[in-house]
T-cell receptor
Framework: RKEVEQDPGPFNVPEGATVAFNCTYSNSASQSFFWYRQDCRKEPKLLMSVYSSGNEDGRFTAQLNRASQYISLLIRDSKLSDSATYLCVPEGGSSNTGKLIFGQGTTLQVKP | NAGVMQNPRHLVRRRGQEARLRCSPMKGHSHVYWYRQLPEEGLKFMVYLQKENIIDESGMPKERFSAEFPKEGPSILRIQQVVRGDSAAYFC??????????????FGAGSRLTVL
């Protein structure tokens, strides 16, 4: 089983749509979780941390389900500028030294 | 705050040459991570270092690749005898010491290696 699994997409949505991405991870010992955003050929940038209670940052909502080892990201009222690849990132790996493991990413294309 | 600085941004090497990629972490960060991204693929963890220590090198290829983070100066990822399959974007990231915003990685703009 891969350490992180994401649907690569692409997700093609119109402006204003709500879109949700899901991710599963294999390391039950992971303690920290993040969503990063990567624009084409550029460096990943932190979008938001993911907390057990769920958290919201403007149009973005992240949820964590530890029992199912599942993380989600919801984007409301999509903007053209949201077009990017969204990377699910749990901490971990078998040695649990704190390194972050990046999923392959889910590509979002927001159309006018 | 200049952020994470990587150089060179672009590097072209012929097969068999050596590539050296440098990374200066953000001010106040003492942890450095190297990731590799092949074309059309995700980021793969290579190595995690603190000053003068390799903490986790489980993602490093067994041969030709090495990394260091000396007491003074930038972290260096060294690839000896490069092959075409080494062509990729190499991203460096840094984080604060554990317990103070640890695991929130800030990335550099990457070094793109092309092997002819």
């Amino acid at each position: 089983r891969k350490e992180v699994e994401q649907d690569p997409g692409p997700f093609n949505v119109p402006e204003g749509a709500t879109v949700a991405f899901n991710c599963t991870y294999s390391n039950s010992a992971s303690q920290s979780f993040f969503w990063y955003r990567q624009d084409c050929r550029k460096e990943p940038k932190l979008l938001m941390s993911v907390y057990s209670s769920g958290n919201e940052d403007g149009r973005f909502t992240a949820q964590l389900n530890r029992a199912s080892q599942y993380i989600s990201l919801l984007i409301r009222d999509s903007k053209l500028s949201d077009s990017a690849t969204y990377l699910c990132v749990p901490e971990g790996g078998s040695s649990n030294t704190g390194k972050l493991i990046f999923g392959q990413g889910t590509t979002l294309q927001v159309k006018p | 705050n200049a952020g994470v600085m990587q150089n060179p941004r672009h590097l072209v090497r012929r097969r068999g040459q050596e590539a050296r990629l440098r990374c200066s972490p953000m001010k106040g960060h003492s942890h450095v991570y190297w990731y590799r991204q092949l074309p059309e693929e995700g980021l793969k963890f290579m190595v995690y270092l603190q000053k003068e220590n390799i903490i986790d090198e489980s993602g490093m290829p067994k041969e030709r690749f090495s990394a260091e983070f000396p007491k003074e100066g930038p972290s260096i990822l060294r690839i000896q005898q490069v092959v075409r399959g080494d062509s990729a974007a190499y991203f460096c990231a840094s984080s604060a010491p554990r317990g103070r915003g640890a695991n929130v990685l800030t990335f550099g703009a990457g070094s793109r290696l092309t092997v002819l």
